[in-house]
C-alpha cells in the first residue's frame, strides 16, 4: 500500500522559531509538493521537487524554505514562524510519468503559530 | 491567474439523489489531466477519479463519473445515489505538462438524512 507519511498531526510553535515539517514517502516517486491549505482558499503551493536537491517555488514561497537531500524525503523549514503561517500544511509525491497517476497526500500537519 | 474554478462553496443533497459539483479549468496547453478529490473532516486526500485531456469517454469509478466538455473546459463530478458518508470537501485539480497540480478551492457537499 502507498504510503506518505509526515512527520506531526499537531504542532504548537510560538513566533520567530524555526519549524521543521517533514514528509516521507515510500513510492521512489520522483515528485514531491508542499501544499498549504486555508478555509476558502482551497490548496496553495509551496514548493514542489522533482528530484533529490531540486526544487521549485510554488505560489506561495514566501517565509519558507525546503530540503531534498534523499529521494523520499522533502522538508518544508519555516525559518521564522509567523502568526500568519498558522495553517494545515499537506505533503503529496507523485510518479514522474504523469498520465494516470494522481498525487498521494499525507495526513496532514495542523500547525499553530501562537 | 487562477487556473481552477469552483463555484460552489457549499451543497446540500438529499440521501439516495445524484449532486453533480462545478469545475471550470483554464488552459492553453493541449495535454493535462484532471482530478478529483475527497477531503473528509478526518484531513485525508482521497483521489475519486481522473480524466485525460485525450480520453474520448467521460471517466467514471463506481458511484462517481465525470462529466468532461472539453470545448467549455468544464469537468464536474457527478454523484450518483449520495451516501451520509460522501458529506466531505471535494477538489478538483489539473495537471499540467510539468507535473505541476493545481486545485480549486473546494465544494463542500452536505448530504441530508
Known amino acids: 500500500d502507498v504510503k506518505v507519511t509526515q512527520s506531526s498531526r499537531y504542532l504548537v510553535k510560538r513566533t520567530g522559531e524555526k519549524v521543521f515539517l517533514e514528509c516521507v514517502q515510500d513510492?521512489?516517486?520522483?515528485?514531491m509538493f508542499w501544499y498549504r491549505q486555508d478555509p476558502g482558499l482551497g490548496l496553495r503551493l509551496i514548493y514542489f521537487?522533482?528530484?533529490?536537491?531540486?526544487?521549485e517555488k510554488g505560489d506561495i514561497p514566501e517565509g519558507y524554505s525546503v530540503s531534498r537531500e534523499k529521494k523520499e524525503r522533502f522538508s518544508l523549514i519555516l525559518e521564522s514562524a509567523s502568526t500568519n503561517q498558522t495553517s494545515m500544511y499537506l505533503c503529496?509525491?507523485?510518479?514522474?510519468?504523469?498520465?494516470?497517476?494522481?498525487?498521494?497526500f499525507g495526513p496532514g500537519t495542523r500547525l499553530t503559530v501562537l | 491567474a487562477q487556473k481552477i474554478t469552483q463555484t460552489q462553496p457549499g451543497m446540500f443533497v438529499q440521501e439516495k439523489e445524484a449532486v453533480t459539483l462545478d469545475c471550470t479549468y483554464d488552459?492553453?496547453?493541449?495535454?493535462?489531466?484532471l482530478f478529483w478529490y475527497k477531503q473528509p473532516s478526518s484531513g485525508e486526500m482521497i483521489f475519486l477519479i481522473y480524466?485525460?485531456?485525450?480520453?474520448?469517454q467521460n471517466a467514471t469509478e463506481g458511484r462517481y463519473s465525470l462529466n468532461f466538455q472539453k470545448a467549455r473546459k468544464s469537468a464536474n463530478l457527478v454523484i450518483s445515489a449520495s451516501q451520509l458518508g460522501d458529506s466531505a470537501m471535494y477538489f478538483c485539480?489539473?495537471?499540467?505538462?510539468?507535473?505541476?497540480?493545481?486545485f480549486g478551492t473546494g465544494t463542500s457537499l452536505t448530504v441530508i438524512p
Open positions: 503529496a509525491s507523485s510518479p514522474l510519468a504523469g498520465g494516470r497517476d494522481t498525487q498521494y
Open positions: 513510492m521512489d516517486h520522483e515528485n
Open positions: 521537487s522533482y528530484d533529490v536537491k531540486m526544487k
Open positions: 488552459t492553453s496547453d493541449p495535454s493535462y489531466g
Open positions: 480524466q485525460g485531456s485525450y480520453d474520448q
Open positions: 485539480a489539473m495537471r499540467d505538462p510539468g507535473n505541476q497540480f493545481y
